[in-house]
């Protein structure tokens, strides 16, 4: 059973716009959330993460926010850019020793020029 | 810069035939992952090692087998490739403690005919 769900598949943005990715979790043990950004044809890079003992953390144009109540997290990208464009994951930790990571199914992210 | 690097970015191979993915860290991290991605099913984890000759089952292990005889390098073996293990193979590492977050490779697109 998915832990970690995007229910969104896509999204389309316009350029200066904002970007909100959502993203819920079920299991109340994850204490560490992370976003990845994967182009076409490469792996996924590590983008901004949060811990759950924080309910929010800012890193340039991006922002991720967690509700812990609600078992949900977001992505802000302010402002969209073209470059952006591509598929995020979101992904938690926590409850193996190894570091394990669950990720959500993606979303597709365009930002339209 | 973490490095991880996988053998191979793209490989045909016909059904039945033994298949070896290799990746290799530089960064003397603990853990190892390796990964299938598939549109609309995300990052699903095949099998994980958090040392050397450790290895644990991750979501969908049937059909693979993994070898960790070094630290820095962790292979995926398909014992008997079938159509359905075509997919996008990501290998990733991680220093573990309370680095979570894991650096992946560029991934292997793999076809079985």
Redesign the interface.
Known sequence: DQQVK?NS?SLSVQEGRISILNCDYTNSMFD?F?W?KKYP??????LI?ISSIKDKNEDGRFTVFLNKSAKHLSLHIVPSQPGDSAVY?CAA??IT?????F????TRLTVIP | DVK?TQSS?YLVKRTGEKVFLECVQDMDHE?M?W?RQDP??????IY?S?DVKMK?K?DIPEGYSVSREKKERFSLILESASTNQTSMY?C?S?L??E?????????T?LLVL
């Open positions: 995007q598949p560490y992370l990845y044809a490469e792996g996924p890079t590590f993460s994951f930790s926590g020793g190894a570091n394990n990571l990720f959500g199914t993606g | 991880v970015r853990n992952f990964y609309g099913l995300g990052l699903r984890l994980f958090y644990e991750g990501l990733a991680s573990g403690g680095e979570v977050w894991q650096y992946f490779g560029p991934g697109r």
